[in-house]
């Protein structure tokens, strides 16, 4: 990718009549990362990743996909693969009209691909759409998404309608078609114990805004538990970004901001934080952000013409 980048923002927002379902977002999200994106009912997840396929046009700011291509253009249509909420496939059509369909629409098809990736999952070409299994639907769609070669796949919430056994597999798939062709994914989930397993880089989404952004491993590394005397924990707090202040008369267990050599406290105990336990920390706490670098202009249409 020319520019590094598997989703790039600058001031983008989408309006439905009064609402904002997407506000001020800047984001810039480097390729060649499984991309968790998390938030509540209506935070504006869908919003943000139609508007990176092209199926949604901008109310503000812009949106650049894979290597800096304007999404919804034509070059970015052969380079972004999209598997949207609940699979949504011709149901009356067969799996073979599918391929068939997907030939027809793409400029890059890989059928050799699809045909024996659909052959090991044992998916009868023959069989209407209609008739697969959830799992079975899911990995048709999943096998289209790659045929396309893409750069970037972009998945809405592929896992909703699966059980653990299908969201296991499915996901597996997943990660065996992301290490096979180094592509960038970027989806949206509500199973955030799933994150930890599979994501490398993580954006939560508050009230149409980016909260938090960033590689796990530096989130993780950025953050800790602290534990000790309650009666120090207001000189702690003022010390450092808290996400989470849980306190009792005696003790207080802090999840603030900061690296392990800052956090070394006399008399205070250091943990560190897990994925899901930080990620739902912040959903809770929709006050505290962290996102990298300088915050974002506002409203400003800053990236490159
Ligand atoms: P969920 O987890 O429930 O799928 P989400 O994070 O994907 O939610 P969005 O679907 O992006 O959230 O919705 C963000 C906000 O925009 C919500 O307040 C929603 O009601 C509103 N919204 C989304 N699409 C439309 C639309 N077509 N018309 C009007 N309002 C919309």
Redo the contacts with the bound molecule.
Sequence with gaps: MSSGLAIETAGLGKR??R?W?LRDCSLAVPAGHVVGLV?A???????LLSLAVGLARATTGQVRVAGGRPAGSSAALDAVAFVAQEAALYRNLSVADMLRMGRAMNRCWDADRAQNRLKELGIPLAKKVGALSGGQRSQVALTLALAKRPELLVLD?PLAALDPVARHDFMSALMTAVSEDGISVVF?S?VVAELERVCDYVVV?HG?QIQVCGEVEELVAGHHVLTGPAEQADSVTQRFPVVRDRRTAAQAHLLVRTAAAEAALPGWQRHPVGLEELVLAYMREPSASALPGPKPLHGEQAVHE
């Design positions: 439905y009549g609402t379902a938030g009912n209506g935070a504006g997840k869908t919003t919430e949206s509500h989404v149409g």
